[in-house]
């Protein structure tokens, strides 16, 4: 090979590194995603623990492990907890570098949150309404605010432990439904499901997908 062309092989392996360096300082810093996949057993994650650890697995193959990562879930009962209290503080940035939101306050009122930036670890993309199949829903079971629901009435799936029968509140990550009425625009609570398992959560646009944030 001559001298030129070593020179242009050098350049191309430089520029692939550079690209590839970019790629995982980016992954490094994201601090929010939607999951790729859900946990293959409907809203069953086995509680918040397991919902945290789903989170943390997909971020550590995203390249983003060294951060501790929580769902954005809620549970009811007497011990309930608040998804918003449980994220930690901002801000938030997903895999592409787009802020999401600055701070609690933020996320829970005019974020940016929308289905180009509500994408996965990877920095994909997700199916929304109008997309086949939809997958717009994104578990929750939280009110507007981020909080817990109170009352008898189960919105969590048993706090995420049932994949059969069952109610959760999902939002929308595209902030689109079959109405412009507010619910149907929310991204953390727009409406229940019609159950726990993966085809009852399929059949009124979800996948059984989480939100995930960095914690620190």
């Not at 799936?157 to 929308?172: D, P």
Request: aromatic share 6%; hydrophobic share 35%; net charge neutral.
């Amino acid at each position: 090979m001559t001298r030129a062309g070593c020179a242009v092989v050098a350049f191309i392996a430089f520029l692939g590194f550079g690209i590839d360096a970019g790629a995982q300082s980016q992954a490094a810093n994201m601090s929010f995603f939607v999951t790729s996949v859900g946990s293959g057993k409907g809203a069953d994650f086995g509680g918040l623990e397991g919902a945290d650890k789903h989170c943390q697995a997909l971020a550590t193959a995203a390249g983003a492990g060294s951060r501790t990562w929580h769902a954005y879930l809620s549970t009811q009962g007497a011990q309930a907890v608040n998804a918003r209290d449980r994220i930690g503080n901002g801000p938030w940035q997903n895999a592409k570098g787009v802020v999401i939101a600055k701070d609690v306050t933020e996320l829970h009122a005019t974020n940016n949150l929308n289905k180009q930036t509500a994408v996965t670890e990877k920095g994909d993309v997700i199916n929304g309404r109008g997309d086949t199949p939809n997958k717009h829903d994104i578990l929750t079971g939280s009110q507007p605010d981020g909080t817990a629901f109170s009352g008898s009435d189960d919105k969590t799936c048993g706090n995420w432990t049932k994949s059969g029968e069952g109610v959760a509140i999902v939002g929308h990550h595209d902030r689109t439904g079959l109405d412009t009425s507010p619910p149907q625009l929310s991204w953390n609570s727009s409406h229940p499901t019609r159950g726990c398992s993966d085809d009852a959560l399929k059949s009124t646009g979800g996948a059984g997908l989480l939100y995930c944030f960095a914690m620190k």
